[in-house]
C-alpha cells in the first residue's frame, strides 16, 4: 500500500485553514449562515476524563522490596522471559482493574519494557507478559507439547494447578492458549483461571492468574425447575410488547461477578464478590437477532434475583 | 497525481466544511461512536449500559492520549452522515455497535465489512437502513491516514474483515507508519470487550509521557486472561495491525 504522509499533511493545512476562516468570522469579515454542531455530543477532555478510573502507583526499589525483585527474577526465569540491562519495580493501585499489585519491568537498552511480572500482596504470580516477538519462520509444537511447556512455566513460578488443562489453538497467533479453568465446591467460577499463552515455538508468552472473591453459597440453591420459572419470568417481561422475542438456549451453574448490564444504577459501582447463579443463554428472534447474537442472564442461585449479565451485539 | 487528487478534493472538502469546527489549529480530532439506542428496553425490553460504559471510558482514555477534541456521540447522533461528514478530520476512530463481515454488493466471495449506525429514538437497528459499509467509508477517507481505529465489535478483527484498508491501514504487524488498528476476531462478550479495553488503556496511559506502544498494551490486556467467551467457536481473540512501536500519540 503505497501512501505518504502528505495526506496527514493536508488534515493539517485543513484545520490550519480552519481556523483562518473561523478568525475570520469572529472579526466580521465573513457571515456563517448556519454555524451548527452537525449534532454531536461534543466532549472536552477535561469533561470526558471526569469520573475516568486511574491508575497510580509508587516506585519500588530493589532495596527496599528485595522480596519483590527476587520473586520478579525467579519468575522471569522460570518462564524463559528475556533479562533487561535494568529493572522498574512499582506498587500500583489499578482503579481500572480493581487491584493493587506489585510490578517489575525487565527494561531493555532503548528504555522499553521487555518484561513485566505482577504479584499479589501475598507474593503470588497475577501476571507476567513479554512484550517481544518471535521472529522468523518456526517450528509448531504440538499442543501436548504446550501444555507441558506451560505446566513447567508455572510450576516454576510457585503456581498449582490440577488437572488436565483446556487447549485450545490461537488461530491468529498460530500458538496455543492453555488454561486451567477455576472450578469451586464443583462449579465453574465465569472467567476465572490460570492461563498460559505458548507461541507456536514452544515458549511462554504470558500467564495469568485470575482468581476473584466469592460470597457464601446459598443456604438453599435453587432447584432447576425455580430456575427456569426465574428466567422466564424475566424473558416474558423483555418480550412484552416488542416483536422481539426469545428462547432460553440453556442454564447451568456458575460463580459469576454481579455486574451493571441491566443496571444502570451500578455503573461504576465497585465490583462485589462472585456469587453462585444459574446463568442462562437466551437467544432473541424477531428484529433484534440482526444485532444480538446471544444474551446471558444471571440469576442468583439463592434468592432469583437478577445480578447481572453480557450480551454478544 | 494522486497526491494532486487528494489535495484538489480536499480543498472542496475543506470549503465545504468551512464553519464546521473551530476547534483550533492542528486539532487532532478523536471520534468516539457508541450505539445505544439498539440496546434500550425500547428495543430488547431492558436497557444494557455497556455502549455508556464503553463510550465513557474510551472518551476520557483517547483524549488523555493527546486527541482532542474528542467528538462523536452516544446514541441518536451517531448517525451514517455524522460519522461520514466527521470521518475525514479524525486522526483516531472508536466504533462500539454490531460489526460484521457481509458478503459485498457484488456477492461472495467479495467481504465488505459494515458496523451498524444508532438507529435513533423511535427504531431498532435494521442492516438495510443503518449499515456503515467499509467501501463508503473507504470512499469517505480518500486515502487520508488515520494514527488509531478500534473496532469495538464483533468479527472486524478477523483476516477477512475490510474495515482497515477503508482507514488506510494495511493488514501487516510491521508497519513503520504511525498507524494502529484494533478489533476482535469473533463473537465478543460486551463484558470481555470492557475488561479487555481497561486493561489496553490502563497500561497504554498508566505510565507518563506516552513511553508504552500500542502494542504492549495490546500484549498486556490479552495477557491477563479472565475472558469470557459465548462458545467454542468464538474464543476471545482480538487482533491488531499496524506499527509495534507505535505509542499512539496523534500526528
Not at chain 1, 454531536?40 to 478510573?53: E, I
Not at chain 1, 528475556?82 to 519495580?89: C, N, R, T
Not at chain 2, 476512530?93 to 451498524?116: C, E, L
Not at chain 2, 470492557?194 to 486493561?199: G, H, I, P, Q, V
Request: glycine share 10%; hydrophobic share 35%; with cysteine.
Amino acid at each position: 500500500m503505497s501512501r505518504t504522509r502528505s495526506t496527514s499533511a493536508v488534515k493539517a493545512v485543513l484545520a490550519a485553514a480552519t481556523v483562518v476562516v473561523g478568525l475570520a468570522m469572529s472579526t466580521g469579515q465573513l457571515t456563517a449562515a448556519s454555524f451548527t454542531d452537525g449534532g454531536f455530543d461534543s466532549k472536552g477532555t477535561d469533561t470526558a476524563r471526569a469520573g475516568q478510573p486511574v491508575v497510580t502507583d509508587t516506585v519500588l526499589s530493589a532495596d527496599d522490596s528485595p522480596e519483590v525483585f527476587a520473586r520478579a527474577d525467579a519468575a522471569r526465569d522460570a518462564l524463559g522471559f528475556p533479562v533487561g540491562s535494568k529493572k522498574a519495580g512499582r506498587h500500583v493501585k489499578d482503579g481500572f482493574q480493581n487491584s493493587d499489585y506489585d510490578e517489575v519491568a525487565e527494561v531493555g537498552s532503548s528504555g522499553q519494557p521487555l518484561a513485566i511480572t505482577q504479584f499479589d500482596g501475598d507474593g503470588r504470580l497475577l501476571a507476567a507478559v513479554r512484550f517481544d516477538a518471535p521472529s522468523g519462520p518456526q517450528v509448531k509444537v504440538t499442543s501436548d507439547a504446550a501444555a507441558r511447556a506451560a505446566q513447567r512455566g508455572l510450576a516454576g513460578t510457585g503456581l498449582t494447578v490440577g488437572g488436565a488443562p483446556r487447549i485450545d489453538a490461537n488461530t491468529l497467533t498460530g500458538g496455543w492458549d492453555v488454561h486451567w479453568d477455576r472450578v469451586q465446591d464443583g462449579f465453574a467460577v465465569r472467567g476465572d483461571e490460570t492461563r498460559v499463552h505458548v507461541w507456536q515455538d514452544g515458549r511462554i508468552e504470558s500467564v495469568a492468574r485470575v482468581e476473584h472473591k466469592l460470597a457464601a453459597a446459598p443456604s438453599r440453591r435453587l432447584g432447576q425447575v425455580e430456575a427456569q420459572e426465574a428466567v422466564a419470568l424475566q424473558v416474558d417481561a423483555w418480550s412484552s410488547g416488542e416483536d422481539t422475542s426469545y428462547a432460553v438456549q440453556g442454564m447451568d451453574v456458575e460463580w459469576v461477578g454481579p455486574n451493571a448490564m441491566f443496571e444502570p444504577s451500578k455503573v461504576g459501582a465497585a465490583p462485589g464478590p462472585y456469587r453462585l447463579a444459574w446463568v442462562a443463554n437466551i437467544k432473541p428472534s424477531g428484529p433484534a437477532s440482526e444485532y444480538v447474537r446471544l444474551i446471558t442472564l444471571y440469576v442468583d442461585a439463592g434468592n432469583g434475583a437478577v445480578i447481572g449479565g453480557d450480551i454478544v451485539e | 497525481m494522486k497526491r494532486a487528487e487528494t489535495l484538489l478534493v480536499s480543498v472542496l472538502l475543506a470549503v465545504s466544511a468551512l464553519g464546521a469546527t473551530t476547534q483550533g489549529a492542528f486539532a487532532y480530532t478523536g471520534d468516539v461512536w457508541s450505539n445505544s439506542d439498539s440496546f434500550t428496553a425500547r428495543c430488547l425490553g431492558f436497557t444494557d449500559t455497556y455502549p455508556q460504559q464503553l463510550y465513557s471510558l474510551t472518551t476520557g482514555q483517547m483524549g488523555a492520549l493527546g486527541y482532542q477534541p474528542i467528538t462523536g456521540a452516544l446514541g441518536s447522533s451517531f448517525t451514517r452522515s455524522a460519522f461520514l461528514s466527521e470521518v475525514f478530520y479524525d486522526y483516531a476512530v472508536y466504533v462500539h455497535s454490531h460489526g460484521d463481515n457481509y458478503w459485498a454488493s457484488s456477492g461472495r466471495p467479495n467481504v465488505d465489512s459494515a458496523i451498524m449506525q444508532d438507529p435513533g429514538p423511535t427504531r431498532c437497528s435494521d442492516f438495510s437502513k443503518d449499515a456503515i459499509r467499509s467501501s463508503t467509508i473507504k470512499s469517505t477517507t480518500i486515502g487520508t491516514p488515520y494514527n488509531l481505529v478500534i473496532m469495538s465489535t464483533c468479527n472486524l478483527g478477523s483476516s477477512s474483515s475490510t474495515m482497515p484498508n477503508a482507514f488506510q491501514i494495511e493488514m501487516t504487524k510491521a508497519s513503520t507508519q504511525r498507524e494502529f488498528y484494533l478489533g476482535y476476531a469473533y463473537l465478543t462478550y460486551d463484558s470481555s470487550e470492557l475488561r479487555f479495553e481497561r486493561a489496553f488503556w490502563s497500561y497504554l496511559n498508566g505510565a507518563p509521557n506516552h513511553q508504552r506502544t500500542l502494542y504492549q498494551a495490546f500484549t498486556y490486556a490479552v495477557g491477563i486472561g479472565g475472558y469470557s467467551a459465548p462458545d467454542s467457536a468464538d474464543p476471545f481473540q482480538p487482533n491488531w495491525w499496524g506499527n509495534p512501536n507505535y505509542n499512539g500519540t496523534p500526528g
